[in-house]
């Protein structure tokens, strides 16, 4: 069985603050995929990356980058110099690819609720 | 290109009613699912389908049902609605190749008394 645990609950800091929000995994399969989803407080979810196992570069896009790390089994999601409109609540997910393909089944951490203050 | 369409967007029912979450999309994406989202807990997956006629279930799959008799649509009905089942609902759709990125419906909130 697969878990994925986001175990900040809820983070709060003032604009252009730097944040880190981590997220640990497990599994035993050895090819998977990682996703990071926002969902702002209108509701909907919004894909923002997906790392497959094999891939452990370290991505950046714009002020967000990801730190993939399979010694730790970790996919931490930086924020850099935050705003107000990055409050929202971020999830990490994790799908195995048994066969060629996870038939779109995540498993998703509990979330993390980030706040950005002006 | 609408996506992932859900409705109703809010519903309230009285424990012992039943009712059907409506989940089309319009990518001609072969797997849909549900997921339940509850607060501490993420996203749990309720059942999903790889294609019209197949379904299975997921993590939470007790006091629901699904069919999926064409590629667009897969309903989630609630036979016998309990509070329990108290949550915001979602609807996803993917390719069956690669990654399988979902995109998510806008969230059905179900409010059981």
């Known amino acids: 069985a697969q878990k994925v645990t986001q175990a900040q609950t809820e983070i709060s800091v003032v604009e252009k603050e730097d944040v880190t929000l981590d997220c640990v995994y497990e599994t035993r399969d050895t090819t998977y995929y990682l996703f990071w989803y926002k969902q702002p407080p209108s509701g909907e979810l919004v894909f923002l990356i997906r790392?497959?196992?094999?891939?452990?570069q370290n991505e950046i896009s714009g002020r967000y980058s990801w730190n993939f790390q399979k010694s730790t089994s970790s996919f931490n999601f930086t924020i850099t110099a935050s705003q107000v409109v990055d409050s929202a609540v971020y999830f990490c997910a994790l799908s195995v690819n048994a066969g060629g393909t996870s038939y779109g089944k995540l498993t998703f951490g509990q979330g993390t609720i980030l706040t950005v203050h002006p | 290109n609408a996506g992932v369409t859900q409705t109703p967007k809010f519903q309230v029912l009285k424990t012992g009613q039943s009712m059907t979450l409506q989940c089309a999309q319009d990518m001609n994406h072969e797997y849909m699912s549900w997921y339940r989202q509850d607060p501490g807990m993420g996203l749990r997956l309720i059942h999903y389908?790889?294609?019209?006629?197949?379904?299975d279930q997921g993590e939470v799959p007790n006091g629901y049902n699904v069919s999926r008799s064409t590629t667009e649509d897969f309903p989630l009905r609630l036979l016998s609605a309990a509070p329990s089942q108290t949550s915001v609902y979602f609807c996803a759709s993917s390719q069956s190749s690669g990654a399988n990125v979902l995109t998510f419906g806008a969230g059905s909130r179900l409010t059981v008394l």
């Open positions: 389908s790889v294609g019209a006629g197949i379904t």
């Open positions: 790392r497959n196992s094999f891939d452990e």
